[in-house]
């Protein structure tokens, strides 16, 4: 046989691999080691990365009879490692969220388990052979791994995001040497993976050789005790590990090169500490000798603390989380993700204001933690566990099946595997400061055993772990080794109740808000609480990122984007892995920079006459190197002037006043938005808006104000009002009680309109979008019982309307009472009263869509923007007087839905010559898009969207908030449309 079957016995999860250690590159020398702006610059790092000889079988039992010689002169492929082959054109993409993706039947898979086999050789001299032993590093394999040097079986290993080591000394040869590794898409470990991710498989993150010194240290740890009262640490350097007793020296520099300590002591004390915190991650270089090898470890000095009467510190100042959930995803690579692409990624996340990484739901690879400790993040570090898919199984109890695996001590070592493997490699690493024990896997006994394995590792980090939530309630649950509570989507009051009016332990939430489309929209409520309450100190979203396959390129050769079944797998998820801060490609959800927002270093308020800027940060002093602020004073939406202020100095958690010059304005809205940013970098802090005069907001010039002399001629039949004058041409249907077209100076402007409750579904409504099709919302029949028309005077008419909405084999849905008004000069006042029926669901919208002609697709509106905004989602939102078009106003999420509204409205023109205008006394919503609700609501992909032949203006008196049930608790009613009379009033302006 070619292989033993390790990969279904869970006794055999590592053969031949060299014991767990904390990661770290030697050098042979000291200059070298300081110098070196990448481990790739060390000599006896050899970078196995490239191109790899491959062959994908779809099945193990294809293989099994041959031996790797034969298999490996059959190789007629090549592909890129590090990569998934899923991504590189084998297999299947996959997505699945909880369900496992194969049969239930530990530790067996299935039989025609797919692998593939990579080949390379890679050569060493006699030298290199003969000064150092060398060892053979993967940082990431999915789902396990054989190895053979030169047709010898080296070894075995599984936990697809751990490292695993093989000491290949005794296998090499001068000269040609060749490497072959299997790797097989489905093991035993497949039942401790099972996190809501592409499944995707193979040589996904960085190969390669060390070489090591013959007498060495194998495993050392950096303690550091550190008084920040007397900004003073007190290092320790600890041997863990050594295959023999070797000198030992120190060197220890600051950032700027200067040296501040050095000896041959394992312990020394440091004065004048520049603390590392993530608002300022000050990074010491300490350069280790360990005989003939030379280590350079960037460290940052730091004290964390945690109780719940102060919540959570560093350094002595309170610490809230303000995180984010990362899984490693890119569209074209999949799980696959280049340090360049990390980097990317924190850049973004340090411009929005995140402060904090949960690495869901497994550990990253070494150098991730190198580039948080440089940026600086609070790091929640996860082991590679998770159980879920056992709440599948079918009738044996869903949720109360939890804990089935968690409490079978058949599998304790398989999950303290997985926890020390997240553990001891990154225990000197500075921007950890949480053990997590993994994810959604219950809890019971073996997780009690993994909490106290990581005491022992570490005890001076905290620990975490949300599975406790769901621990037996009859069983004597061990929680001495959790530092913190921790839940998944509660609601607002539950997270009060439960865990901080009467605080046990302090309380985090590892997932809130869950970032699916057009959404979150529950951020601020959540901040109030944190805020609130010392025991609650922070939260990581879901999630970064949405996760998302390329399925091909549209004519401008960009991507289009495709998620679970798209690939044509039978078992998926859907597109509930779309669910990130952040598109596929990076581009922002407005949701994030609502979180930008929320989380602004500077805040601003009017006092008197003056302006006060408080600074939020702990840690961080504000001068005019690293803050500018401009100030726009703003009447009725429009710019007077702008200036920009000058600032001293704002100190961490202070204030200053700024003495303000108002401009001297006649009665109207008066604003001032406070910019603040970056003066080199013109990065954005926030744009933060004040009102000092809210008296009677004036309509803005450009909306029209026309005369005419005309009169009305009226002709009517049972079916229809037709009223004309010299330029206007006006039909009303008295059947549907709408308008069915409207001419000016025989050009068409609006060629129909209905009352709208529906909205396309956003990813938000999964759960109740299904009472609003019971309902019928999505199609409504409107029933006429009266309509009236009186000729006020010969340039206006009024018809009023009494009517209802009903879906077929339903019951009225609403009960409407409409008034409209038709003017010579081209103006149309509607006003309804509506009498929501209350045996119906919360309405998603009430609002009234127009097809309308405008000759451009130009927009002008006197409302909040220039993001998308509803109720409970416009705090990156403003008001003032935008222009844009009808083509910007669409934001493109990945399956199409609502979007692109804009709240707080007063005034709206559509077109340039041939305008469509309204406008109101009270403020309303509104949406225009090229695609009508039914096709958002019914097209799969943004990229399957076809431009209609008009545009769709809805204007909305009412519009419900987004929130974050898609899986996070259901949209507060502050948010929701469920009283029962409704009102709506508006003037539009042809």
Request: aromatic share 12%; net charge negative; glycine share 6%.
């Amino acid at each position: 046989m070619l292989i033993p079957n390790y990969y279904e016995d869970i006794t055999k999860l590592h053969i031949h691999t060299c014991a767990q250690h904390n990661y770290f590159i030697p050098f042979s020398d000291g200059k070298q080691a300081l110098a070196a702006k990448n481990r790739q610059e060390s000599p006896v790092f050899f970078d196995l990365n490239g191109n790899w000889q491959f062959s994908y079988y779809s099945s193990i039992q294809e293989i099994l009879s041959a031996n790797i010689a034969e298999l490996e002169t059959m190789h007629h492929h090549e592909i890129p490692v590090p990569s998934t082959w899923q991504t590189q054109g084998y297999d299947q993409q996959m997505y699945t969220n909880i369900r496992y993706p194969i049969p239930f039947d530990p530790p067996y898979v299935p039989v025609d388990n797919p692998v593939g086999l990579y080949t390379r050789t890679f050569v060493l001299s006699q030298e290199q052979l003969s000064s150092n032993d060398w060892h053979l590093f993967f940082e990431g394999v999915d789902s396990c791994h054989y190895v053979w040097i030169n047709q010898t079986l080296v070894g075995y290993s599984q936990v697809s995001h751990a490292i695993s080591e093989f000491d290949l000394t005794d296998y090499l040869k001068v000269g040609e040497n060749v490497l072959s590794v299997l790797v097989l898409k489905w093991c035993d470990g497949t039942y401790f993976e099972d996190q809501d991710k592409f499944r995707q498989s193979g040589i996904f993150r960085p190969v390669y050789l060390l070489g090591r010194a013959k007498q060495r240290v194998n495993h050392y740890l950096i303690h550091q005790d550190y008084d920040y009262h007397k900004k003073q640490a007190v290092v320790q350097i600890e041997i863990v590990d050594q295959s023999a007793k070797v000198d030992f020296e120190y060197a220890l520099f600051d950032e700027e090169g200067t040296l501040q300590s050095k000896g041959t002591d394992y312990q020394f004390i440091l004065n004048n500490i520049h603390e590392w915190t993530a608002e300022t991650p000050y990074l010491y270089r300490l350069l280790l000798r360990f005989g003939h090898e030379w280590i350079c470890e960037k460290i940052g000095f730091r004290k964390f603390e945690l109780d719940v009467k102060q919540g959570l510190r560093i350094n002595g100042k309170t610490l809230k989380l303000h995180g984010v959930n990362q899984h490693d995803s890119w569209p074209d690579t999949g799980a696959s993700v280049s340090m360049e692409r990390h980097r990317q990624d924190l850049l973004l996340m340090k411009e929005h204001h995140i402060n904090a990484i949960r690495t869901s739901h497994y550990p990253k690879s070494p150098e991730f933690y190198q580039l948080c400790d440089e940026l600086g993040f609070y790091v929640l570090n996860e082991a590679d566990v998770e159980i879920h898919g056992v709440v599948t199984l079918y009738d044996v109890g869903g949720d109360d099946n939890y804990n089935m695996i968690a409490n079978d001590s058949n599998y304790e070592q398989v999950i303290i595997d997985r926890v020390s493997s997240s553990i001891v490699p990154f225990r000197n690493v500075t921007s950890i400061f949480m053990w997590s024990m993994g994810n959604e896997s219950g809890f019971g006994k073996n997780f009690e055993k993994a909490l106290s394995v990581a005491y022992e590792l570490d005890p001076v980090r905290f620990r975490h772990y949300e599975g406790y939530f769901h621990a037996y309630k009859d069983h004597d649950n061990e929680d001495k080794y959790l530092s913190v509570y921790s839940r998944m989507y509660p609601t607002l009051k539950e997270s009060e109740q439960d865990y901080l009016i009467s605080p046990k332990k302090p309380y985090i939430l590892c997932e809130y808000s869950h970032a699916m489309g057009n959404g979150p929209g529950d951020l601020a409520a959540y901040d109030e609480l944190m805020e609130k309450y010392p025991a609650f100190i922070g939260g990581f979203i879901w999630e970064w990122c949405d996760h998302a396959v390329i399925l091909g390129y549209d004519k401008q050769n960009k991507p289009q984007f495709g998620y679970g079944g798209d690939s044509g797998e039978e078992i998926h998820d859907g597109n509930f892995c779309m669910d990130g801060l952040v598109y596929p490609d990076r581009q922002v959800h407005v949701g994030l920079l609502d979180f930008k927002h929320l989380h602004r270093p500077i805040r601003a308020k009017i006092e008197q006459n003056d302006l006060v800027l408080e600074n939020v940060r702990a840690f961080t002093t504000y001068t005019d190197e690293n803050l500018a602020v401009k100030l726009i004073w703003q009447l009725n939406g429009q710019k007077v002037t702008q200036n920009e202020l000058s600032i001293q100095e704002i100190k961490p958690n202070s204030k200053i006043k700024c003495p303000l010059v108002v401009p001297d304005v006649q009665e109207g809205l008066l604003q001032l938005l406070v910019v603040t940013f970056h003066p080199e970098t013109k990065q954005v802090y926030a744009r933060e808006q004040l009102t000092l005069k809210q008296q009677q907001l004036q309509l803005p010039t450009w909306v029209c104000s026309k005369t005419s002399s005309d009169i009305w001629r009226i002709q009517e039949n049972h079916q229809k009002y037709q009223l004309q004058s010299e330029k206007l041409s006006v039909v009303f249907d008295r059947l549907t009680g709408q308008l069915t077209t409207y001419v000016v100076n025989s050009k068409t402007k609006i060629s129909g309109s209905r009352w709208l409750i529906w909205r396309a579904p956003i990813d938000n409504d999964r759960s109740v979008k299904e009472s609003w099709y019971q309902a019928g919302f999505h199609q409504l029949c409107p029933r006429v019982y009266e309509t009236k028309l009186v000729q006020k005077t010969p340039q206006q008419v009024e018809i009023t309307v009494k009517s209802s909405l009903t879906p077929i084999y339903r019951q009225r849905v609403v009960e409407l009472l409409t008034t409209w008004t038709f003017y010579c000069d081209g103006r149309i006042s509607i006003h309804t009263k509506a009498q929501r029926n209350c045996q119906m669901p919360s309405f998603p919208r009430f609002g009234l869509e127009l097809k309308v002609q405008p000759d451009t697709s130009q927009v002008r509106y006197l409302g909040n923007g220039p993001t998308e905004n509803y109720q409970d989602k416009q705090l990156a939102s403003y008001f003032a007087d935008f222009q844009t078009t009808i083509e910007d106003l669409y934001e493109p999420y990945i399956k199409p839905q609502e979007n692109g509204s804009h709240g707080n409205t007063y005034a709206l023109s559509i077109g340039n010559k041939v305008q469509v205008q309204a406008y109101a006394n009270q403020p309303f919503s509104f949406n225009i898009s090229d695609y009508s609700v039914e096709q958002l609501s019914n097209v799969q992909h943004r990229h399957e969207l076809v431009k209609e032949a008009y545009p769709y203006l809805i204007i909305d008196s009412h519009h419900a908030g987004v929130g974050s049930n898609s899986c996070g608790p259901v949209l507060d009613e502050r948010y929701q449309i469920n009283q029962q009379e409704l009102d709506f009033e508006i003037t539009l302006q042809l």
